[in-house]
């Protein structure tokens, strides 16, 4: 289901987050079950239903990256999950990170701790920084290369972010 058709607002990397919130509170008024308990089993059903993707379609948009995730499903860009590939490149540059993380899983150093943190902090901006053109573009603005550089933003942010926990869950 496309959430941004279930909120009425334009397909968009950027929502506007005031319109967003209207959108779902009146459509958690309109569906809340509550409402519906003098009604027939299908229409409670129905408002059950559609009381549950509004509060999915809300948690999803009102968040960049599960925003993005959702893009990218509905337009076929992600394959299916463990099917993605990372850029070459990128595994490349994260392979001294890496080192390090392993270093610190046998000897745990704090000033080690900050630097490694630091430096994924630094590649997350920079990461995002180069979709910065294209967050603001609407629906069939974007391009192939659009998609793919979202794509590849995605996944790497997903690693970094995957990287952040296992670090965090090494200090003491």
Not at 56 to 83: M, P, W
Not at 102 to 113: A, K, P, S
Not at 145 to 165: H, I, M, Q
């Given at each position: 289901?496309?959430?941004?058709?279930?909120?009425?607002?334009?397909?968009?990397?950027?929502?506007?987050?005031?319109?967003l919130?209207?959108?779902?509170?009146?459509?958690s008024?309109?569906?809340?079950p509550?409402?519906?308990?003098?009604?027939?089993?299908?229409?409670?059903?129905?408002?059950?239903?559609?009381?549950?993707?509004?509060?999915?379609?809300?948690?999803?948009?009102?968040?960049?990256?599960?925003?993005?995730?959702?893009?990218?499903t509905?337009?076929?860009?992600?394959?299916?999950?463990?099917k993605?590939k990372?850029?070459q490149?990128?595994?490349?540059?994260?392979?001294?990170?890496?080192?390090?993380?392993?270093?610190?899983?046998?000897?745990?150093?704090?000033?080690?701790f900050?630097?490694?943190?630091?430096?994924?902090?630094?590649?997350?901006?920079?990461?995002?920084?180069?979709?910065?053109?294209i967050i603001?573009?609407?629906?069939?603005?974007?391009?192939?290369e659009?998609?793919?550089?979202?794509?590849?933003?995605?996944?790497?942010?997903?690693?970094?972010?995957?990287?952040?926990?296992?670090?965090?869950?090494?200090?003491?």
């Amino acid at each position: 289901m496309n959430y941004f058709d279930f909120f009425e607002i334009p397909f968009s990397l950027s929502v506007d987050e005031r319109l967003l919130k209207e959108k779902f509170y009146a459509n958690s008024k309109k569906f809340h079950p509550d409402f519906f308990t003098l009604d027939n089993q299908a229409n409670q059903d129905e408002a059950l239903e559609k009381s549950t993707i509004n509060n999915k379609a809300f948690n999803t948009l009102k968040d960049f990256e599960s925003r993005l995730h959702h893009i990218l499903t509905i337009k076929n860009v992600l394959e299916a999950e463990g099917k993605n590939k990372l850029p070459q490149e990128f595994l490349l540059e994260m392979m001294d990170i890496n080192e390090a993380v392993m270093e610190l899983q046998f000897d745990f150093d704090m000033m080690q701790f900050d630097t490694i943190n630091l430096q994924i902090d630094q590649l997350k901006a920079s990461l995002k920084e180069s979709i910065h053109e294209i967050i603001p573009k609407i629906g069939q603005e974007l391009t192939a290369e659009d998609y793919t550089a979202l794509k590849n933003y995605y996944l790497k942010s997903k690693y970094l972010s995957r990287l952040t926990e296992n670090i965090n869950k090494l200090k003491p």
